[in-house]
């Protein structure tokens, strides 16, 4: 569940993925540069890989956000539609920065 208060995302998340999260979020924030330098390329198989991967991951973690994100990447990349590419990746980017994790 999210919910939105005072410019953070704050996400509950399950107390028993506790230990993997932290390991979750940096991949993202790898996914950011790597989605950024495929973007230069016009490597649309790239981002829709890492699109792919956000859309079947983000909900089982609690990041609803991370599933349409992916999702709209997959789609942008299918399309070879850079501009989409490069809003969900900034969209991505905000996202990450402002979440605060509650595990309960």
């Known amino acids: 569940m999210e919910e939105y208060r005072e410019g953070k995302i704050i ?5 028993d993925l506790a230990d993997l999260i932290p390991g979750y979020l940096a991949n993202r924030k790898k996914d ?4 950024q330098n495929a973007l230069v390329k016009k490597d649309w198989e790239t981002v829709r890989i890492l699109g792919h991967s956000m ?3 983000g909900g089982g973690y609690g990041f609803e956000n991370i599933t ?3 999702m709209l990447m997959e789609k942008a990349a299918r399309e070879g539609c ?11 980017e905000d996202y990450l920065r402002q979440i605060e994790i509650v595990y309960d």
């Open 82 to 92: 850079g501009k989409d590419i490069s809003l969900q990746v900034k969209r991505l």
């Open 55 to 57: 859309k079947g991951s």
């Open 11 to 15: 996400v509950h998340v399950d107390n």
């Open 32 to 35: 950011v540069t790597a989605i």
């Open 68 to 70: 349409d994100i992916g």
